[in-house]
Nanobody, 125 residues
Framework: VQLQASGGGLVQAGDSLRLSCAVS????????LAWFRQGAGKDREFVAA????????YYADTVKGRFTISRDNAKNTAFLQMNSLEPGDTAVYYC???????????????????WGQGTLVTVSS
């Protein structure tokens, strides 16, 4: 499975941005796809995740209500719609996927085997 994230850029506080994650390879084996982010000098943290089929989604408290994770199965692409962006959202955003992640580990980066290269989001105040 290969993942490629895109869509990052420089925006102002309050703006919106949509990230994309193109998935290729053995896409039929994916069960969970997630977004993580890592700010400068910070640990990588969980942002959002979803089951590749069905409607179950998970969000970090810091983005709940502002970010929406979604997918287009026909295009094997996942999205992260980010609204009301804040300077604290500045980070490199990574998409990750796995063949099976138990619910209790959905927010753990070590639970994911496949990672994209990351896309930088910079939010100015």
């Amino acid at each position: 499975v290969q993942l490629q994230a895109s869509g990052g850029g420089l925006v102002q506080a309050g703006d919106s941005l949509r990230l994309s994650c193109a998935v290729s390879g053995r896409t039929f084996s994916i069960r969970v796809l997630a977004w993580f982010r890592q700010g400068a000098g910070k640990d990588r943290e969980f942002v959002a995740a979803m089951r590749w089929t069905g409607t179950t989604t998970y969000y970090a408290d810091t983005v709940k209500g502002r970010f929406t994770i979604s997918r287009d199965n026909a295009k094997n692409t996942a999205f992260l719609q980010m609204n009301s962006l804040e300077p604290g959202d500045t980070a490199v955003y990574y998409c990750a996927a796995d063949n099976g992640v138990i619910t209790s580990r959905t927010r753990e980066q070590n639970a994911y085997a496949y990672w994209g290269q990351g896309t930088l989001v910079t939010v100015s105040s």
